[in-house]
């Protein structure tokens, strides 16, 4: 069973780009998270979707950071315009309707300069 | 104050050492319990689940919780080099939303 993806493995962008991350859960999870581990701090949620829909968004930091998830498959976070404390790493991960374990991404890194 | 406060280390041992890592949080209400172990450039990886109080074992990892004084920990015993890694404790609510904390790393010496 393939786990989940994310692309791209790195992106490094300037200050004032556009930058779109994309997960992919793993077939059959209908519940996805965005994650993301800024330099030397911890790894904090962003937001949760259940199928197509928006759960829980509580932890997405301003109005810059956009996630969809259309069809309920994978899920794209775009960032516009990125600013330079945008840098961290973007984790994603999925679970099965009432399953307790997340299952996790690589992560993309997204460098802002 | 963090929700999870966890010693960033980082924590070298020999080959063979018994390994204690610790996680102190703040929110009562949180009821499950989770390590996570990550090795570079890799996403987290769920090692251990626990719910509430108590303590369970898999293997060479035990994890162990004390809600009373708000402290988990996670212990390896007979520690191989492939153990090195950073460990994350997380933790959540009745919400699916995880709180993790910075995560130790971990070298295990040969």
């Known amino acids: 069973e393939a786990g989940v993806t994310q692309f791209p493995s790195h992106s490094v962008i300037e200050k004032g780009q556009t930058v779109t991350l994309r997960c992919d859960p793993i077939?059959?999870?209908?519940?996805l998270y965005w994650y993301r581990r800024v330099m030397g701090k911890e790894i904090k949620f962003l937001l949760h979707f259940v199928k197509e829909s928006k759960q829980d968004e509580s932890g997405m930091p301003n109005n810059r950071f956009l996630a969809e998830r259309t069809g309920g498959t994978y899920s794209t976070l775009k960032v516009q315009p990125a600013e330079l404390e945008d840098s961290g790493v973007y984790f994603c991960?999925?679970?099965?309707?009432?399953?307790?374990?997340?299952?996790f991404g690589p992560g993309t890194r997204l460098t802002v300069l | 104050q963090k929700e999870v406060e966890q010693d960033p280390g980082p924590l070298s041992v020999p080959e063979g050492a018994i390994v204690s890592l610790n996680c102190t949080y703040s929110?009562?209400?949180?009821?499950?319990f989770m390590w996570y172990r990550q090795y570079s450039r890799k996403g987290p990886e769920l090692l251990m689940y626990?719910?509430?109080?108590g303590n369970k074992e898999d293997g060479r990892f035990t994890a162990q919780v004390d809600k009373s004084s708000k402290y988990i920990s996670l212990f390896i015993r007979d520690s191989q080099p492939s153990d090195s890694a950073t460990y994350l404790c997380?933790?959540?609510?009745?919400?699916?939303?995880?709180?993790f904390g910075t995560g130790t790393r971990l070298t295990v010496i040969p």
């Open positions: 077939s059959g999870h209908d519940n």
């Open positions: 991960a999925s679970s099965q309707e009432h399953h307790n374990e997340q299952f």
């Open positions: 626990t719910y509430s109080s």
């Open positions: 929110n009562s209400a949180f009821q499950y």
């Open positions: 997380a933790m959540r609510t009745g919400a699916n939303n995880l709180f």
